[in-house]
T-cell receptor, first 110, second 114 residues
Framework: LAKTTQPISMDSYEGQEVNITCSHN???????ITWYQQFPSQGPRFIIQ???TKVTNEVASLFIPADRKSSTLSLPRVSLSDTAVYYC???????????FGDGTTLTVKP | DVKVTQSSRYLVKRTGEKVFLECVQD?????MFWYRQDPGLGLRLIYF???????EKGDIPEGYSVSREKKERFSLILESASTNQTSMYLC?????????????FGPGTRLTVT
């Protein structure tokens, strides 16, 4: 199973950039890296997905080095509403063979 | 928008009861998943289905079974509920198309077994 490792928790302040790194040493050639956000009492929701180098959308950027054994989610100028748990998942054509890690609890302070 | 619905948000059952958790998705997704989420343990995969009548065990299948008779519906069954199955249960679905592996999650069912 492609297991991921993330920091358990991170603290930040409003307006700062937050970078959360995920390790996935067993990533396979066909796997993509996906990040999810989860608020209390809700299901996780998709933030961003990438295969290599850099991907950017309206809410985040995803940086993936050439060896693809890690990835970094970057949240620009966080606000209090970004307080949530963030999960990194490696998934591909072998769906169901990847595992969510324990997630990173991000706390944004005023 | 993709919609994944779960039959109940909250459910209370007694030990030994047979429990059915239903999940329905409306986007013709091939893959469907059942996870449970407990404090400090993240999301753990119970079962996965990639097509009608097809299923594969995840990380923690013991005490659970699943049924997928129609593409849009994936049921999780607790044959004889126990207190250690008290948890949040999350259903998800996704496409099998290469390059689009995003999982869409339902709101979750918080099950309490007394």
């Amino acid at each position: 199973l492609a297991k991921t490792t993330q920091p358990i928790s991170m603290d930040s302040y409003e307006g700062q950039e937050v970078n959360i790194t995920c390790s996935h040493n067993n990533i396979a050639t066909n796997d993509y890296i996906t990040w999810y956000q989860q608020f209390p009492s809700q299901g996780p929701r998709f933030i961003i997905q990438g295969y290599k180098t850099k991907v950017t959308n309206e809410v985040a950027s995803l940086f993936i080095p050439a060896d693809r054994k890690s990835s970094t989610l970057s949240l620009p100028r966080v606000s209090l509403s970004d307080t949530a748990v963030y999960y990194c998942l490696v998934e591909g054509t072998n769906a169901g063979k990847s595992t969510f890690g324990d997630g990173t609890t991000l706390t944004v302070k005023p | 928008d993709v919609k994944v619905t779960q039959s109940s948000r909250y459910l209370v059952k007694r030990t030994g009861e047979k429990v059915f958790l239903e999940c329905v998705q409306d986007m013709d997704h091939e893959n469907m998943f059942w996870y449970r989420q407990d404090p400090g343990l993240g999301l753990r995969l119970i079962y996965f289905s990639y097509d009608v009548k097809m299923k594969e065990k995840g990380d923690i299948p013991e005490g659970y079974s699943v049924s997928r008779e129609k593409k849009e519906r994936f049921s999780l069954i607790l044959e004889s509920a126990s207190t250690n199955q008290t948890s949040m249960y999350l259903c998800a679905s996704s496409l099998r198309t290469s390059g689009t592996y995003e999982q869409y999650f339902g709101p979750g069912t918080r099950l309490t077994v007394t």
